[in-house]
Structure formats: structure tokens, C-alpha cells
């Protein structure tokens, strides 16, 4: 069964940096556009990102742009988000999903990040 895995939340200082990750299992990773969705307290989900199956094409919210970077490896079957210069209006529960042409159809359990002085 598809699963995806998120890991590397945690609570850093504003302007800090973290690297989130999702480890896919049980279907054809490298075929298959990816998400980065996030959902702050209270706030509905926002896009973060995207990444096309071979990794060359990457997408980003305006909110995101030239912090955060959506990476890929293929080989591993895992996905990335590297955060950069946090600000406390990035703090949310963070969630990779599984893309297909409907959209997002499989979600991992999220990973929290917190920023906070």
C-alpha cells in the first residue's frame, strides 16, 4: 500500500534552517509529481511546492520562494524540503502528498514545524 512518511519537524529559531523528508513506499515514486502542503494552526492548507517525477522541474508558493527548495532523489524513493530563513508564519504541520492527475491522493501524517525566539 502507498505510504509516505515525513520526518525532520521540530521547533528552531526564526531565520533558522530545517530539512524535511518523506520516505514513499509501495508504488512507482520516480513516476509521479510530489507536494510539499502545509496547514498552520487554525489556517487552511497552503501549497508550499511541487516537483516533477524526474526532479528538473520545481514549483513554489509565492510565500516560499528562494527559501525553500524541493529536492528529490529518486534512488532512495524519498522526497525533500529544505527550509530556509524560517519565519514564525512558516510554522505549521507539514505534509507530503502523492500527485496524480485528480490532484493529491495520498498524504503522509505530517511533520510539525515550529519557529519560535
Known amino acids: 500500500q502507498v505510504q509516505l512518511v515525513e520526518s525532520g519537524g521540530g521547533s528552531v529559531q526564526p531565520g533558522g534552517s530545517l530539512r524535511l523528508s518523506c520516505a514513499a513506499s509501495?508504488?512507482?515514486?520516480?513516476?509521479?509529481?510530489m507536494y510539499w502542503v502545509r496547514q498552520a494552526p487554525g489556517k487552511g492548507l497552503d501549497w508550499v511546492g511541487s516537483i516533477h517525477p524526474g526532479g528538473g522541474i520545481t514549483l513554489y508558493g509565492d510565500s516560499v520562494k528562494d527559501r525553500f527548495t524541493i529536492s528529490r532523489d529518486n534512488t532512495k524513493n524519498t522526497l525533500y524540503l529544505q527550509m530556509n530563513s524560517l519565519k514564525s508564519e512558516d510554522m505549521a504541520l507539514y505534509y507530503c502528498t502523492r500527485v496524480t492527475g485528480g490532484g493529491p491522493d495520498y498524504w503522509g501524517q505530517g511533520t510539525q514545524v515550529t519557529v519560535s525566539s
Open positions: 509501495g508504488f512507482t515514486f520516480s513516476s509521479h509529481w
